[in-house]
C-alpha cells in the first residue's frame, strides 16, 4: 500500500497498543471455505436455471408441463429460496469463513462446527427443493419452508454458524474489530431475531396426536400455520421480508466488500469515519422500513407512513456503503479496466447504489401506488439480487479460486466471458421486466373518455407485457449462461489444484490480558465549557467506537439494541393492533371445507400471481370492488395479500363466477383465452382427506378463531362432507361434472366462493353449515 | 482530496488499511436533509387527514363519477323504457361496456357468444321472457348460481345500465358462438315512450 504516514506520525504496523500476549502458532481453515465456494457455484446454476425455467412459464404457460409439481405457484418460491438462501447464503458463509479468521488472526473456533454448519446448510437447501414442489409450505413469502426446517435453520444458522463465528471473535488475536466483522455481527443477530419471530407456526402433528390422539397422514405431518393473522401477520411477514434483504442480503455483502474489495484493489479503504456512521444508521434505520411493502393495504396508517419516511432515510445511509467502496478504488482506477475481479465490484457496487436509490422512491405512497404489484419490484429485486448479490458473489470467488485452488484460474478469458455475458443479460433482464412493471401499472389505472376502464379484461394487460416476458427470458438465459461458464472456470481450476494444499502457519501474539484502553485524546475545541471538550475528545473523534471495536460482547449487544428498538417500535403496537382493527360484525370464520380448501390454496402458491388486497384507489375499486378493510382478514392464519399481480386480485372473487366456471377454469384455465395461468387438474381428481379437517379446526380454535362447535369430535368434518354434497349438487344443477363432492377442486372452489363476500353479508346472518 | 496524502488509520487489519478521511459533506448535508424531510412528510400524512387522504380521493372519485354517468337520471327504474331509452345512448352504453367486461366477459365472452355461460346474441334466452328480466336475473342470479347474483357488486343504476347493454348485445355477430339455449323471445320494445 503507498502511504506516507499515518494520522499519528507513527509507522507501519498495529503499535501502540499496549502489553503483548504470547506469541502462538496457528493456521487458517481454508478447507471450509472451499466448501462453500463450490456450493455457491452449483446452488447458483440451480437457482439461475429455475429462475429461467419460471420466466418461461409466464411467457409460455406449456413450460408448466401440466405436473402438480412444477407449476410456476410452486417453482417460484423454490427460485426465490434458492437464490437467496442456497446461493447468497453459501457466498455469504464463504466470505465470512475466510475473512474472519484473517481478520480475527484466529482458526474458526472449532472445526466440526464448522462443517457441521457447512452441511446442514445443504441439508436445508434440499429440504427446501423437495418439500417446495410438493407444495409444502407455509404460504409466506421468502419463508415458506415449514416448520421441521425453520428448526433445522435456527440450530444451523445461531448454533452452528453463530456459536462458531462468536467463539472465533472471542479468541482472536487482533484487539480491533473491523468494519466487516461488524456487518457479520449485525447479519448474525437480527437474522436469528427475523427468522424465529416470523417463523413461530403452529403444527398439525401436535394438535393431531395431543388433541384428536391421531396420526397425521402423509404431508399432514409437516403443516403448520402462523400464529399470527390478517394485518398481524402482515406486519410480521414484512419485517422479517424486508430485513432478510437488509441483513441477509445487504450487511453480509457489505462486510464482504470492506474485506475483498480493498484485497483485490490493494487500496486503502476511503473512509473509516463513513464505515462508523453508515454502519450504524443502515443497522438502526432498516429495521423500521418494512411497512413499505404494505401501503395503502389494511395495515394502519402510522405504519406505513413510518415505514416510508424511514426508507428515505435509509437512502445515505445505503449510499454510505456504495461511496466507500467506489472512492476506495480512487487512484486504482487502471487496475479496474484489467482486473475482471475489480469489474465485478464496481458493477455490483453500482447496481448497489441504483437499488438503494429506487428502494426509497418505490417506498414513496404516490409511487408505490402505481409500483406495487407489478413487475417494477420485481426489477428492482433482480438488480439487486443479480447486480448486487451476484456481481459481488462473483468478484469474491475469482479473487479466492486461485488463491484456494493455490493455483492459476483455468481461464482468465472465460471470466471476461462471464462478465460481459452477466452485465448484457442482467441489463436485458431488468430493462424489459421496468418497462413491463410501469406498462401494466398504466393500464390497470387507465380510464376510456366515457370513464369506464380502458382495460377490462385483466388478461388484456398481460398480453401487453408478454414481448416483456421474452425478453427476461432472454437476458436471464445469459446471466444463467455467463453463471454456467463461471462454475466451469472454477470446477476445472479445482481439477488443477496440488495433491496436498500447503498449509502456511500463521504467527501472532495473543491479546494480553492486562490490555488498558488508552485515554480520550486531547479536545481540539479551545473555547469551550469543559463538558464540550469532553465530548468532542471522547465522541465526536470516535474515541468511544475505538472502544466499542475492541469489545465484541459490547459491539455486539449495542447492535442488537439497535435492532430491536425499533422492532418494538413497530410490532409492540402490532400485537395491540389486534384488538385496533376494527372488527366487522359479519366477518365469521371459514367453514371446515373452506378452511381445507384454503390449504390448498397456500399449498398451490397462489398468493405467487393473485393478491388479496384491494387498496382504496378508484381505478382499482373499479376493476375489483370495495377496498379491503382490516377486519376481513381476523382469521387469516397466515395473511394472502400477496405482493405481485401476476393474475388479478382476488379478495371480492366471491360470488363473482359460478361454481361450475371455477371447476372448469381450473382444469383448463384457457378458457379464459391468452390466460397465462397454469392448469390445476389435479384437483379434479385428488380426494379430499376429510378426516383431516378435523384438526385443522382444532388448530384455528387454538389460534383463536371462534370455531363454536365444529371443534367437537366428528363435528367439523361432518359439517365439511355436508357442505362439499350441497356444493357438490349445485355444481350439476348448473351443468357442471358430476361426483365432485369428495374431489379437492370442490373445497378449493368453496374458498374462493367464499372471499370477500362476509363484508356485504347480513351481521345477523349465522353460518349456512349446520 | 489527493488520496496520496490523506491521513491513515494506525491499523492495518490482514493488510487492509483505512483511511481516516472525512465523511463527504455532500453525503452529510442530504442524510440531514433526508431527515428533516422526512419529519416534515410524516406531519403532511399523518397529520392532515381529511385534506388529501387516499380515502377522501377515492370518495371524491365515487361521487364525481356517478354524478357523471348518472348525473340528472336520479334512480333509474328497471323498466323497459329505461332500458330502451338508456339502449339509445351511445354514452351510457359504453359505460356499460365496461362493466359488462370487467364483470360478464369471462362466462359470457367479449363479444357476448358465450362461453361456460349462454350466448346473449341470439334471440333465445334461458332465464328471460322480456327485457326486464335481464334486470332481475343480474340482480338475482339464476340457474343454481351458474349465473351469479350481482346485487352487492353493483348499485341498482349501474344493474339498469348492465341490463341495457346486455340487451343491446341481441343480434350481433360473434366470433365464436356458443349453441342456443332457452326460449325464442319477443324483440325488444322499441324507442319512443
Redesign the interface.
Known sequence: ????????G?T?????EGPLGPMERFSYDDAITRKFVLATVLWGVVAMLAGVIIALQLAFPAMNLGFEWTSFGRLRPLHTNAAIFAFAGNAIFAAVYY?TQ??C?ARMWSDRLSNLHFWGWQLIIVCAAVTLPLGITQGKEYAELEWPVDLLIAVVWLGFFGTNFFMTLKNRR?R?M??ALWFYIATILTVTLLHVFNSLSLPLALVEIVQNGRVPSGTDWLKSWSVYAGVQDAMMQWWYGHNAVAFFLTTPFLGLMY?YL??AAGR????????I?HFW?LVFIYIWAGPHHLH?TAVP??AS??G???S??L???S??GM?NGL?TL??AWHKVAGDPVLKFFVWGITFYGMATFEGPMLSI?SVN?LSHYTDWTIAHVHSGALGWNGLMTFGMIYWLTPRLFQTQIWSRKLVAVHFYTATIGLVLYVLAIYAAGITQGLMWRAF?E????QY??FVETVVSILPMYHIRVLGGLLFLTGTIVGAVNVLMTWRARPPVYEVPVEEAPALSSTYVDPPPPPSSLSANTEFGRSVDSKYLQGWFHAIWERKALKFSVMTLIAVIIASLFELVPTFMIRSNVPTIASVQPYTPLELYGRDIYIAEGCYNCHSQMI????AE???Y?E?SKPGEFVYDHPFQWGSRRIGPDLA?EG???????HV?HLEDPR??PQSIMPAYAHLLEQDIDFAAIQGRVRAMAMLGVPYGEAVKDGAAEAMARAQAAALGA?LV???GYEGMETKKVIALVAYLERLG?DL?APPTAAEETP | MNPEHAPLRKHEFDGICEYDNPTPGWWHALFIVSIIFSFFYYVYYEGNRDAATIWSQLDAAQTEETKRIFGAMGELQPDAATLVMLMGDEKMMKVGAGMYQSACAACHAKDGGGINGVNLTDNHYKNAASIEDLFRVITEGAGSGAMPSWRNNYSQNERVLLAAFVASLRGTTPSSPRQAEGEVIPSWPTGGK
Do not use: C
Not at chain 1, 615 to 618: A, E, L, M, S, Y
Open positions: 500500500m503507498e502511504t506516507t504516514g499515518y494520522s499519528d507513527t507501519h504496523g498495529n503499535v501502540g475473512s484473517r481478520l488472526k487482533e480491533h473491523y468494519v474485506y480493498p484485497k486503502p479503504v476511503y473512509s473509516y469515519r463513513l464505515s456512521v444508521s395503502y396508517q402510522w407512513t413510518l416510508m419516511i424511514f428515505i432515510m437512502w445515505m445511509p449510499w454510505g461511496i472512492l480512487r487512484g405512497k401506488s376510456d366515457s370513464g369506464a376502464l377490462p379484461n387498496r382504496p384507489i378508484f375499486v373499479k376493476r370492488g377496498y371480492r360470488g363473482r363466477q359460478s361454481l361450475d366456471w372448469r378458457m379464459v349445485q344443477a348448473q351443468g363476500k356485504t
